[in-house]
Antibody, heavy 113, light 110 residues
Framework: EVQLVESGGGLVQPGGSLRLSCAAS????????MNWVRQAPGKGLEWVSY????????YYADSVKGRFTISRDNAKNSLYLQMNSLRDEDTAVYYC??????WGQGTLVTVSS | QSALTQPASVSGSPGQSITISCTGT?????????VSWYQQHPGKAPKLMIY???NRPSGVPDRFSGSKSGNTASLTISGLQAEDEADYYC??????????FGTGTKVTVL
């Protein structure tokens, strides 16, 4: 059974940093691309970042480019999202997703002073 | 890259059929057969219902079907059931970024 468990969310002040993690199990993690997708409270889904299976290809949404960094450790079956220079508008539930098919339950990031 | 356009809400009675549209451009929906549909119940993670325009993952009822014409994709729910009440989102591969999502549609079962 595919399982994706996000962690690392919490309350952070504007301008601060946070690192999200996603622990994967139930599939061959190193064979699949991964994504981060977020959802602001009461709003729709927004794709944030993509990383290929070997980390050779990475994409970011314009809204986070230059502030967020996606990475993965295939030996640890883990996906990460380093978020710097956080803004109020980054407040959202952050989901990690295996390709486009399986999603974790999400971790809430709140940016507020 | 702008979000794909979906109707804000669609409703139907149990047993009826409803269709949700998802309109993009030739750079996303119209240019690729990589349109997916997700169902999201309140407080839950999205669940993949349709991938590559019209394919259903294992376990998804065949009441759910997808199609595409030009720059518009559609999700049809036949034989609407109470548990189908949820938010639905489309997504598409694009020429510039891997994914763009739709604005979302709230489905209400009357």
């Amino acid at each position: 059974e595919v399982q994706l468990v996000e962690s690392g969310g919490g309350l952070v002040q504007p301008g601060g940093s946070l690192r999200l993690s996603c622990a994967a199990s139930g599939f061959t993690f190193s064979s699949y691309s991964m994504n981060w997708v977020r959802q602001a409270p009461g709003k729709g889904l927004e794709w944030v970042s993509y990383i290929s299976s070997s980390s050779s290809t990475i994409y970011y949404a314009d809204s986070v480019k230059g502030r967020f960094t996606i990475s993965r450790d295939n030996a640890k079956n883990s996906l990460y999202l380093q978020m710097n220079s956080l803004r109020d508008e980054d407040t959202a539930v952050y989901y990690c997703a295996k390709g486009i098919d399986y999603w974790g339950q999400g971790t809430l990031v709140t940016v507020s002073s | 890259q702008s979000a794909l356009t979906q109707p804000a809400s669609v409703s139907g009675s149990p047993g009826q059929s409803i269709t949700i549209s998802c309109t993009g451009t030739s750079s996303d929906v119209g240019g690729y057969n990589y349109v997916s549909w997700y169902q999201q119940h309140p407080g839950k993670a999205p669940k993949l219902m349709i991938y590559e325009v019209s394919n259903r993952p294992s376990g998804v009822p065949d009441r759910f079907s997808g199609s595409k014409s030009g720059n518009t994709a559609s999700l049809t729910i036949s034989g609407l059931q109470a548990e189908d009440e949820a938010d639905y989102y489309c997504s598409s591969y694009t020429s510039s970024i891997p994914y763009v999502f739709g604005t979302g549609t709230k489905v209400t079962v009357l």
